[in-house]
């Protein structure tokens, strides 16, 4: 079982200690730049003055909530505060909303943010040496937060592609193994029940003892088969893993089923030259299954043959039979099981009338 992905630390913490350090940082940003406006020498400080204070600093309390307008109101009150200098402490306001703006907002808007910050930096004081050596380390400042803001989106943004990835891969490999499931789960009742059928039916017209004994042990034998393998199938989705599981069926298995398939009437020649292992052998026992089951089902055929031969890199499956009703042979889910087994080995897969008389299921399976 994979490990779910799990978020950055920083985003496993509550939204409400967020906000507490947000609105703890706002205050105390608001009267740093009050306490500043109070204390300058060079002038009274106005109303002006003060509201740009307040519009520089309560606002960062809401910067997660609405980042861009929290920008717009810090860049506009920093500008009402007539001054600029990293020393003071409404530097420190604008890299923390630029950061935050640029975690949530594409790289360009976040850009032409920074851009402006550097611009408001020099607006309000004369071009001197300190003062461009002051905007030049501020531009320094800003392009840093935006980087590492910019950083920061792209992060959240590939651990989301990475989490919707692994849920698309989750879904997949769920649909993907109910679908084999009912595949298996198709074929083993399917076969198990149309040959209990046709065994059931010829025991209604036998007039034997002996003849009836068989065909009743017969019928035991394939429901036990039959339930066997329901339970193998069955015990897969137990979460606990503590069912007695037998081996799936292969080609080993083919002569029970061919053994079986004759009891119920039908003359089957099983004819084998070739090998499979692990899934591609349990498919080529499906193939033989289904196929004999369509002909006991649909046929009316009275001979069946079974080939399955080695031909260079592959092994091909042919199952005939000499039915009358070829052509208006119905193409049920287990064709379209089969089909999709054989597609999932790349392998190619053919079912129809033959020329002639009867019906013809092939696969061509790549070793």
């Not at 990835?165 to 595949?183: N, V």
Request: one cysteine or more; a positive charge.
């Amino acid at each position: 079982m994979r490990e779910p992905i799990r978020p950055p630390l920083l985003s496993r913490i509550p939204g409400w200690a967020w906000v507490t350090v947000d609105t703890a940082v706002a205050l105390l940003l608001t009267a740093s730049f009050i306490g500043l406006v109070a204390s300058r020498s060079v002038s009274a400080p106005g109303v002006l003055d003060y509201a740009g204070a307040l519009a520089t600093g309560l606002p960062v309390a809401v910067r997660r909530l609405w980042p861009r307008a929290v920008f717009v109101v810090v860049l506009v009150g920093g500008l009402g505060m007539r001054e600029f200098l990293l020393p003071h402490a409404d530097a420190l306001c604008l890299p923390l909303v630029l950061y935050t703006l640029a975690t949530r907002e594409r790289a360009v808007l976040a850009l032409v943010a920074a851009a402006g910050v550097g611009v408001q930096g020099v607006a309000e004081v004369p071009l001197t040496d300190e003062v461009r050596d002051r905007a030049g380390l501020v531009l320094a400042v800003m392009a840093a937060c935006w980087a590492a803001g910019t950083a920061v989106r792209q992060r959240r943004r590939y651990t989301e592609q990475l989490a919707a990835q692994a849920e698309e891969r989750a879904r997949a490999e769920t649909t993907a193994e109910r679908l084999r499931i009912a595949r298996e789960l198709h074929d083993v009742i399917g076969h198990g029940l149309s040959t209990i059928a046709v065994q059931a039916g010829v025991a209604g017209h036998v007039g034997e003892a002996a003849e009836m004994s068989r065909t009743l042990a017969s019928i035991e034998e394939t429901s036990r088969s039959a339930l066997r393998e329901t339970r193998r199938l069955l015990g897969v989705l137990r979460e606990d893993g503590a069912a007695d599981l037998a081996p799936a069926p292969g080609m080993a298995d083919l002569g029970a089923l061919v053994a079986r398939t004759r009891a119920a009437g039908l003359a089957v020649e099983l004819d084998i030259d070739g090998e499979a292992e692990g899934e591609m052998d349990l498919t080529v026992y499906r193939i033989v299954q289904e196929a004999l089951t369509n002909v006991l089902k649909h046929a009316g055929a009275r001979r069946a043959r079974v080939r399955i031969e080695r031909r260079r890199a592959e092994l091909v499956v042919e199952v005939t039979d000499d039915g009358t009703r070829g052509q208006a042979r119905p193409y049920g889910h287990g064709l379209t099981g089969l089909r999709e087994r054989v597609h999932l080995f790349g392998g190619e897969f053919e079912a129809g009338a033959r020329p002639v008389r009867g019906f013809r299921v092939m696969a061509r399976l790549p070793l």
